[in-house]
């Protein structure tokens, strides 16, 4: 039997859509002016009130932070919450300088919440200034102790989108136990200098993207670490920092697999590295697969393309042992633009367990220096070559 979508189809339609219209319009709206926030001030119990409220409420609410500057000290929004939430931004949200203030690595938390909508033209300034000048991130202790701006913890089928994160003491924003979260036109900024800043760093969860948004940092762009699974970057523009990131793996016991991953449409200008997946020598057992870097464009990049099996900075481990973690089925289709450094493609797989189906076609990177052409590196894998290649694949070719 068809459907004849006549007169009066259409208008018992439209009479739908108005009515889920209706709907959404009775948001109920949650404004910390309400809850006695005012500019300049610490709002910070004024948003808590405001968020337990909006919380509470058995429907669709939204707490909103108006135009203006404000202060925020530690705060954790927690859920689950009884209906969708969404927090709007439109003001200025100021971080404590001082990092002697916290006595935790967070800032900002959002934990255990569905149908969360975070939105606004509004920022989050970490303050970061202060506390980059005291780190020595060799030390490997002190960095990972200073506040991450905003942390998801367990936020399931949530949008974060057009808000801006500046100048986070330690990463921007860490997405940890989330599933179905999508970054979308956000803007993440930190000087080039400030150490740890990584742009947003994903770690056992699953379903996140990461699309349309610009990231400059000190670190990496989009860093992922064990247990990122269906994880979709598009249209992202990084830079300056250390690039997109896949690890590193393999220092911890019990690591989850990282796979299916979709690296595409992206931009990265002056970054230390282009896309790249660093496992520790010497190391536990994990493994990195279903990967896949198609349509990049490479700006002066000291490393376009990098798999780094022999990651191990400050000297921390006997590299001679062999890293541990397997990596397969990576792909590369399509990378162009130009190398700050003359190795534009280094693959550098583990003796132990060499890279499977690794994959580079139509590779363009040139080489900016003048002391001849741009050159490609192969340890302990046989890439399957296709399209054009510049540089010409393995140039350089090691097998242990
Ligand atoms: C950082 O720590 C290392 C090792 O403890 C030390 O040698 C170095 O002097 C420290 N640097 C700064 C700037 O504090
Ligand atoms: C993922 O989350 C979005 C945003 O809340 C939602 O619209 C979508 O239905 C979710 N997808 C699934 C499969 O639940
Ligand atoms: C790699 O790809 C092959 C062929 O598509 C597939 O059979 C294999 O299961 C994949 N390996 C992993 C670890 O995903």
Known sequence: MGLELNAAAISLLLILLTSTTTINAQTKVFDVRNYGAKPND????????AWKDACAYPGSSKVVVPAAVYWVGTVKF???????????????????????YFNGDLWIGFERIDHLTMSGTGDFDGQGGTAWGRSNCSKNSYCIHLPISLRFDFVTNSIVRDITSYDSKQFHINVFGCQNLTFDHVTIRAPENSPNTDGIH????????????KISTGDDCVSLGDGSQDIFIQGVNCGPGHG????????????????????????????KTGVRIKTWPDS???SASDIHF???????????????????????????????????????????????????????????????????????LKYNGKDGPATSRCVNVNPIIGGHQNPP????KTLN
């Open 244 to 271: 997109i990131s896949i690890g590193s793996l393999g220092k911890y016991q019990n690591e989850q697999p990282v796979s299916k991953v979709r690296v595409i449409g992206c931009t990265l200008s002056n970054t």
């Open 202 to 213: 994903i770690g056992h969860s699953t379903k996140i993207n990461v699309i349309n948004s």
């Open 294 to 364: 198609e349509n990049i464009i490479m700006e002066n990049v000291d490393t376009p393309i990098l798999i780094d099996q022999e990651y191990c900075p400050w000297n921390q481990c006997k590299s001679q042992n062999p890293s541990k973690v397997k990596i397969s089925n990576v792909s590369y289709k399509n990378i162009r633009g130009t190398s700050r450094t003359k190795v534009a493609v280094k693959i550098v797989c583990s003796k132990a367990l060499p890279c499977q189906n690794v994959e580079l076609t139509g590779i363009d």
């Open 284 to 286: 536990y057992p994990g």
């Open 78 to 100: 927690l859920g689950p919450c009884k209906g969708p939430i969404e927090f709007n931004v439109l003001g200025s949200i100021n971080s404590p300088g001082d990092p002697n």
């Open 42 to 49: 610490d709002i910070t119990p004024a948003v808590t009130e």
């Open 393 to 396: 694949a393995c140039t350089i």
